[in-house]
């Protein structure tokens, strides 16, 4: 069985607790639905998707002849998207928003190694950030609805190795 929604749903929890669960929640962050840009009031919104292929391993065990850890690393996408034409500024102040809720997210991140010690994972760093992007349904500037930034995230997790996966 796949440990990525695991993760996933780990990851997702995370963020909705974000600054004391008064920025995102179920109306404004999901995974793999970008519906929630356009949730009714919503400035900002986090959606998570995968960014990136899982690769697997079953591990070795110990000297004794111990086989059996699985493991599977997977690479998510956390968008933080903000809303243009909010406040004053323009772009660059909404961009300045942006960034600073991306580090924001990023210091909230970081002391959860092990997502709040969820099932199955043994570690979580994050990868990269990448610059603000236009989100656009027409590839053009002045179309554009939100600014969005991705944080990669990487999750190594554990399990039993599935069943066929070991020869004994």
Not at 90 to 104: I, P, R, W, Y
Not at 110 to 135: C, F, G, H, K, Q
Not at 141 to 154: G, K, L, N
Request: with cysteine; net charge negative; aromatic share 6%.
């Amino acid at each position: 069985m796949s440990t990525y929604p695991i993760a996933e749903s780990a990851l997702l929890t995370l963020i909705r607790a974000y600054s004391g669960g008064t920025v995102f929640d179920e109306a404004n962050s999901s995974v793999d639905n970008w519906l929630v840009l356009d949730a009714n009031g919503t400035e900002v919104a986090a959606v998570l998707e995968m960014a990136g292929p899982t690769t697997e391993a079953v591990i070795d065990g110990d000297s004794y002849g111990v086989y059996g850890e699985y493991q599977e690393t997977h690479t998510i996408g956390l968008w933080l998207c903000q809303k243009r034409g909010t406040g004053d500024g323009g772009d660059g102040a909404v961009k300045a928003v942006l960034k600073a809720l991306t580090e924001g997210m990023k210091d909230h991140l970081r002391p959860y190694r092990r997502l709040d010690s969820a099932p199955s994972v043994r570690s979580m760093r994050l990868m990269r950030t990448t610059e603000p992007a236009y989100i656009s349904p027409t590839d053009k500037v002045e179309d554009a609805t939100h600014v969005a930034q991705q944080i990669v995230v990487q999750v190594l997790c554990e399990s039993d190795a599935p069943e066929g996966e070991i020869d004994g």
